[in-house]
């Protein structure tokens, strides 16, 4: 009886995942048939392309706009990621440890950025920008990522640092390690798994970004890759670059993919199991 | 080289920004080499004690010295003192190797001394087998005993020990007990240990001191806490099976008791006569100061009084038997006994009437429900003030029971 209502309860959940994955899928998939698609067999409404073809990914590699861009997101992403987890590591820290004057205010206004309407901003951060001399450079992007990665990268953090003893860190300290030490050695090590999350999310933002990107560049000077895909033009006035978008989109997915998956194995769960208590 | 490292706590308190006072002007010498035991109930203030030696606490007043030197600014690394937490606290990211060798090498010793020093704590724990284990795959008493070898690793000038047992089944404290016991002895630290088990107090310190409410109530030798208990606090927290109190009323020159009437002698009749002195007592009498009246020969019998109650429960240990008898009358009613209970966990366990638990010898042949006549000891009891817990029968740090002159 028992078992046959968990084997029944395990069916109406595959079923049901199957069909969340299914919704989830098909139009990456269908993104990815369409960039594999000769220009006279892209609108035949066929799942699996009738004739394969990579002329679309050379296509956009070839032009100089789009690998420029690429080199753009990344660059951005990676540095904006690095900054903003940093920061958001020794604020959480903090938040999760000390009981300093203005803490409340600091998480308060820490959620008040995350929640504040980003279109809002563009166009004064678009007269600030050019003002300074920071519009159209990757500075420029950067600066606004890290403002708003921020609070995410505070509050998933904080949450982690929470869940870690803090005997451990009480320990190091008579162990003979300045609270400098003491962070480095043991309390970082055990926190990476929040740290990699935190990175995670954070590139995600960055590298998704379209908003900003295109308010505050206007060359491929610091262009990144949403922005550019919208730029995308056939070769004449009446070719749609369908494929090539296609090509681009299925290309710019390829570093997110590679990035989750190189942090996901480092995100062991457990990693404090065996620091306190028997 | 010799390390004097003496503990001086002269006057320290401990008040917290909201206003509390954990503790309150301790003061305590703990001499080089000694084991002295803090032991009270949760909130007494042990572990604040503890934790301000080590400098994980601010110091609000008073001085603390670690031989000779001051120390109340200094941060935990500058003090050379190892401690064992109650949670282990063991580096999870890092091997047993790893974690005993860490205090080393922010030390800056150079691979091979830390090696070496590591392996000799090793071997004196029985670690060198899980040297490269990770202590999520170590048992109980195993990361106890790496929390201990990190600890002892560096040859601090003291260790400090917060409840390191209180976390391990009772079996495996006992042996933990004698452990600590031994490395001790062997390395001749001075050494606090923090516990709320009495039992521990007892066995494992040179000497004992029983804190509450923030305050020591009494520091000295474990038999002597036993035998000579400065007030009811103290009587109460110490010995298990706990003494017995009894509510005692002053009348005509002796005390009125459940019991019967207990006479006094000179010296207690005198403390009695002052003014101030109150009329109601409780009188504490411990479980081993009783005996079957049948088993008591008649010199014996002249230095205590008897009195016949029911038997409840009859315990058989082997060696003695634990008996509990019922008696009539008021229960004894004081502010420590409730403080006591509620630590023991049986402030709403108390029932009605007063119950006695005696320790008779095994020859006796009491058995449940009849009517027993039991002996009590008169020269071993003893008799508190219920208003300020003080222990009259207490003169010169020797308890001489109620008949003294």
């Given at each position: 009886?028992?078992?046959?209502?968990?084997t029944?309860?395990?069916?109406?959940?595959?079923?049901?995942?199957?069909?969340?994955v299914?919704f989830a899928?098909?139009?990456?998939?269908?993104?990815?048939?369409?960039?594999?698609?000769?220009p006279?067999?892209?609108?035949?409404?066929?799942?699996?392309?009738?004739?394969?073809?990579?002329?679309?990914?050379?296509?956009?590699?070839?032009?100089?706009?789009?690998?420029?861009?690429?080199v753009?997101?990344?660059?951005?992403?990676?540095?904006?990621?690095?900054?903003?987890?940093?920061?958001?590591?020794?604020?959480?820290y903090?938040?999760?440890?000390?009981?300093?004057?203005?803490?409340?205010?600091?998480?308060?206004?820490?959620?008040?950025?995350?929640?504040?309407?980003?279109?809002?901003?563009?166009?004064?951060?678009?007269?600030?920008e050019?003002?300074?001399?920071?519009?159209?450079?990757?500075?420029?992007?950067?600066?606004?990522?890290?403002?708003?990665?921020?609070?995410?990268?505070i509050?998933?953090?904080?949450?982690?640092?929470?869940?870690?003893?803090?005997?451990?860190?009480?320990?190091?300290?008579?162990?003979?390690?300045?609270?400098?030490?003491?962070?480095?050695?043991?309390?970082?090590?055990?926190?990476?798994?929040g740290?990699?999350?935190?990175?995670?999310?954070?590139f995600?933002?960055?590298?998704?970004?379209?908003?900003?990107?295109?308010?505050?560049?206007?060359?491929?000077q610091?262009?990144?890759?949403?922005?550019?895909?919208?730029?995308?033009?056939?070769?004449?006035?009446?070719?749609?670059?369908?494929?090539?978008?296609?090509?681009?989109?299925?290309?710019?997915?390829?570093?997110?993919?590679?990035?989750?998956?190189?942090?996901?194995?480092?995100?062991?769960?457990?990693?404090?199991?065996?620091?306190?208590?028997? | 080289?010799?390390?004097?490292?003496?503990?001086?706590?002269?006057?320290?308190?401990?008040r917290?920004?909201?206003?509390?006072?954990?503790?309150?002007?301790v003061?305590l010498?703990?001499?080089?080499g000694?084991?002295?035991?803090?032991?009270?109930?949760?909130?007494?203030?042990?572990?604040?004690?503890?934790?301000?030696?080590?400098?994980?606490?601010?110091?609000s007043?008073?001085?603390?010295?670690?031989?000779?030197?001051?120390?109340?600014?200094?941060?935990?690394?500058?003090?050379?003192?190892?401690?064992?937490?109650?949670?282990?606290?063991?580096?999870?990211?890092?091997?047993?190797?790893?974690?005993?060798?860490?205090?080393?090498?922010?030390?800056?010793?150079?691979?091979?001394?830390?090696?070496?020093?590591?392996?000799?704590?090793?071997?004196?724990?029985?670690?060198?087998?899980l040297l490269?284990?990770k202590?999520?795959n170590?048992?109980?008493?195993?990361?106890?005993?790496?929390?201990?070898?990190?600890?002892?690793?560096?040859?601090?000038?003291?260790?400090?020990?917060?409840?390191?047992?209180?976390?391990?089944?009772?079996?495996?404290?006992?042996?933990?007990?004698?452990?600590?016991?031994?490395?001790?002895?062997?390395?001749?630290?001075?050494?606090?240990?923090?516990?709320?088990?009495?039992?521990?107090?007892?066995?494992?310190?040179?000497r004992?001191v029983?804190?509450?409410?923030?305050?020591?109530?009494?520091?000295?030798?474990?038999?002597?806490?036993?035998?000579?208990?400065?007030?009811l606090?103290?009587a109460?927290?110490?010995?298990?099976?706990?003494?017995?109190?009894?509510?005692?009323?002053?009348q005509?020159?002796?005390?009125?008791?459940?019991?019967?009437?207990?006479?006094?002698?000179?010296?207690?009749?005198?403390?009695?006569?002052?003014?101030?002195?109150?009329?109601?007592?409780?009188?504490?009498?411990?479980?081993?100061?009783?005996?079957?009246?049948?088993?008591?020969d008649?010199?014996?019998?002249?230095?205590?009084?008897?009195?016949?109650?029911?038997?409840e429960?009859?315990?058989?240990?082997?060696?003695?038997?634990?008996?509990?008898?019922?008696?009539e009358?008021?229960?004894?009613?004081?502010?420590?006994?409730?403080?006591?209970?509620?630590?023991?966990?049986?402030a709403?366990?108390?029932?009605?009437?007063?119950?006695l638990?005696?320790?008779?010898?095994?020859?006796?042949?009491?058995?449940?429900?009849?009517?027993?006549?039991?002996?009590?000891?008169?020269?071993?009891?003893?008799l508190?003030?219920?208003?300020?817990?003080?222990?009259?029968?207490?003169?010169?740090?020797?308890?001489?029971?109620?008949?003294?002159?």
């Amino acid at each position: 009886m028992a078992t046959e209502t968990t084997t029944r309860a395990k069916l109406r959940w595959g079923l049901l995942d199957v069909i969340v994955v299914v919704f989830a899928l098909i139009p990456v998939l269908w993104i990815a048939s369409l960039s594999f698609k000769t220009p006279a067999t892209l609108t035949d409404g066929k799942f699996v392309p009738r004739e394969w073809t990579l002329h679309n990914y050379r296509t956009i590699f070839e032009t100089d706009q789009f690998v420029r861009a690429l080199v753009n997101s990344i660059g951005i992403a990676l540095i904006a990621t690095a900054i903003a987890v940093v920061l958001g590591a020794m604020a959480a820290y903090a938040i999760a440890r000390l009981d300093f004057p203005g803490k409340r205010l600091l998480v308060g206004v820490s959620l008040l950025i995350a929640m504040f309407p980003q279109v809002s901003l563009v166009s004064p951060l678009f007269e600030i920008e050019r003002q300074l001399g920071l519009f159209d450079t990757w500075p420029g992007l950067i600066l606004p990522y890290i403002t708003f990665a921020l609070p995410l990268a505070i509050y998933t953090l904080s949450a982690f640092f929470k869940q870690i003893p803090w005997d451990l860190e009480k320990a190091a300290k008579m162990d003979g390690a300045t609270q400098g030490q003491a962070f480095r050695r043991v309390i970082a090590p055990l926190a990476a798994p929040g740290l990699f999350t935190t990175a995670i999310l954070v590139f995600i933002f960055c590298w998704n970004d379209f908003l900003f990107a295109i308010t505050l560049t206007s060359t491929e000077q610091a262009r990144t890759v949403p922005v550019a895909l919208s730029f995308f033009t056939g070769e004449s006035q009446f070719e749609d670059p369908t494929g090539a978008i296609c090509a681009a989109a299925v290309v710019i997915t390829i570093p997110i993919i590679l990035f989750v998956l190189f942090f996901q194995r480092r995100i062991v769960s457990g990693l404090t199991s065996g620091a306190v208590k028997g | 080289m010799i390390v004097v490292a003496d503990i001086v706590l002269d006057k320290v308190s401990k008040r917290f920004p909201d206003g509390t006072v954990a503790v309150r002007d301790v003061d305590l010498e703990i001499s080089d080499g000694e084991f002295v035991i803090l032991v009270g109930p949760s909130g007494c203030g042990k572990s604040t004690t503890l934790n301000m030696i080590a400098g994980l606490e601010d110091i609000s007043s008073g001085e603390l010295r670690i031989g000779g030197e001051r120390v109340n600014d200094k941060a935990p690394r500058d003090r050379d003192i190892a401690m064992v937490f109650q949670s282990y606290a063991l580096y999870p990211n890092m091997t047993v190797r790893e974690n005993m060798a860490f205090p080393l090498r922010l030390q800056k010793l150079d691979r091979k001394t830390v090696d070496s020093k590591v392996e000799e704590a090793a071997k004196v724990l029985e670690l060198t087998a899980l040297l490269d284990r990770k202590p999520a795959n170590l048992s109980g008493g195993q990361r106890q005993r790496v929390a201990m070898g990190r600890a002892i690793v560096r040859q601090p000038k003291a260790f400090l020990m917060d409840e390191p047992l209180s976390n391990l089944d009772a079996k495996l404290r006992v042996q933990m007990r004698t452990v600590v016991s031994r490395l001790q002895k062997r390395l001749g630290t001075t050494t606090v240990y923090v516990t709320h088990d009495q039992t521990e107090a007892m066995t494992l310190g040179d000497r004992v001191v029983i804190m509450r409410g923030g305050e020591v109530q009494q520091v000295g030798r474990p038999q002597e806490l036993y035998d000579h208990p400065r007030n009811l606090f103290v009587a109460g927290f110490i010995g298990s099976p706990s003494m017995n109190f009894l509510h005692a009323a002053v009348q005509d020159g002796k005390l009125r008791t459940a019991l019967g009437d207990v006479p006094i002698g000179d010296r207690i009749r005198r403390e009695l006569e002052a003014g101030d002195a109150p009329r109601e007592l409780i009188l504490g009498v411990r479980p081993e100061h009783f005996e079957d009246a049948e088993l008591v020969d008649e010199e014996t019998r002249r230095r205590g009084m008897e009195f016949e109650a029911p038997v409840e429960i009859v315990e058989s240990m082997g060696s003695d038997k634990y008996v509990y008898v019922a008696v009539e009358g008021e229960r004894a009613s004081a502010a420590e006994l409730e403080e006591l209970a509620a630590d023991a966990g049986a402030a709403d366990f108390t029932g009605t009437g007063s119950n006695l638990v005696t320790r008779l010898s095994a020859e006796s042949p009491v058995a449940e429900g009849e009517t027993r006549r039991v002996w009590f000891n008169l020269e071993k009891i003893h008799l508190f003030d219920p208003a300020n817990g003080r222990n009259l029968t207490l003169h010169e740090g020797r308890a001489a029971g109620a008949l003294a002159n």
